[in-house]
């Protein structure tokens, strides 16, 4: 054989010996002991409130925010997390683009405020998301934009909206399930929630009868009210529904009428409703 023949016959060994390494089970299960790396967007205007929009303005989300990747981190050991924040699409896509050579696998996008458009940009990556909804702050988008994803039966986009931490924690697991398909991603977190919420079944219920008044007797009585609409300017808007008349209050009445009341009778106010109530939850 000569030394060409030779080192041929070594190369093509070679190969082979890098081609059987390739498919060996061992290998894949060395290389599925990398712990998936998820990163969690939270979506919203500022880390506390601007202005007036759910839950309130000046509202501090940066309690939250700590508290869901601590807990997460407690509950899901074999993942690990990164956080951030984004506004809007303009925010996710930046995202998008740092995330291509920093090894996330998948995204918790949390609902935070309601209108930030954050996860339709993040659910075209291909990549796993689980979207989460901030119960009262942002539940007007999450139902709005989770409605949009179901109708397009979106595979890689899942959701879960539960106060439950436990909950939230039994969703992001899939993200260890799902490995390199996100392909049914949506379906394993939907049998997650299934599985999850209780199931139906009898309960003792105390009677409670609703006494309803005659129509004609409801009307009579509407009409012989008044509605208090509290805004801004009140040129345009109606003076009567259904023939119930409409008195316009502009918030400045509101506001002078705040900064005119007794603070002391205010509070003997209040303490008498406290004292007096049958039951404070």
């Known amino acids: 054989m000569s030394r060409?023949?030779?080192l041929g016959a070594g190369c093509a060994a070679c190969a082979g010996a890098v081609g059987v390494l390739g498919t060996t089970?061992?290998?894949r299960a060395a290389e599925k002991t990398r712990r998936p790396r998820i990163r969690i967007v939270h979506a919203l205007h500022a880390e506390q409130q601007p202005g007036p929009d759910w839950p309130n303005k000046g509202f501090d989300f940066r309690p939250v925010m700590s508290r869901v990747q601590t807990e997460l981190e407690k509950r899901c050991p074999g993942i690990e997390f990164a956080t951030a924040m984004a506004t809007g699409p303009d925010q996710a896509k930046k995202l998008l683009e740092d995330d291509r050579h920093a090894g996330i696998d998948g995204y918790l996008v949390y609902q935070m405020n309601c209108w930030n458009q954050v996860v339709q940009t993040l659910a075209t990556s291909g990549k796993?998301?689980?979207y989460a909804d901030f119960q009262f702050g942002g539940s007007g988008g999450f139902l709005t934009y989770t409605a949009a994803f179901l109708r397009k039966q979106t595979p890689n986009v899942g959701f879960v909206a539960s106060s439950r931490m436990a909950d939230l924690a039994a969703a992001v697991r899939c993200f260890a399930e799902v490995g390199g398909d996100p392909a049914g991603f949506a379906a394993m977190t939907?049998?997650?929630?299934r599985e999850r919420t209780p199931k139906a079944?009898?309960?003792r219920v105390k009677k409670d009868e609703v006494k309803t008044l005659a129509i004609d007797e409801c009307v009579r009585r509407m009409r012989a009210s008044k509605i208090l609409a509290v805004r801004g300017a009140g040129s345009g808007l109606a003076s009567e529904i259904?023939?119930?008349p409409i008195v316009h209050v502009p918030f400045a009445e509101v506001n002078d009428a705040w900064r005119a009341a007794d603070a002391d009778e205010a509070r003997a106010l209040a303490d008498r409703?406290?004292?007096t109530a049958k039951v404070i939850e």
């Open 25 to 27: 089970s061992w290998l």
């Open 242 to 244: 259904m023939g119930i």
């Open 190 to 193: 939907a049998a997650v929630r």
């Open 273 to 275: 409703w406290e004292k």
């Open 128 to 130: 796993p998301v689980l």
């Open 4 to 6: 060409r023949q030779f």
């Open 201 to 203: 079944r009898r309960l």
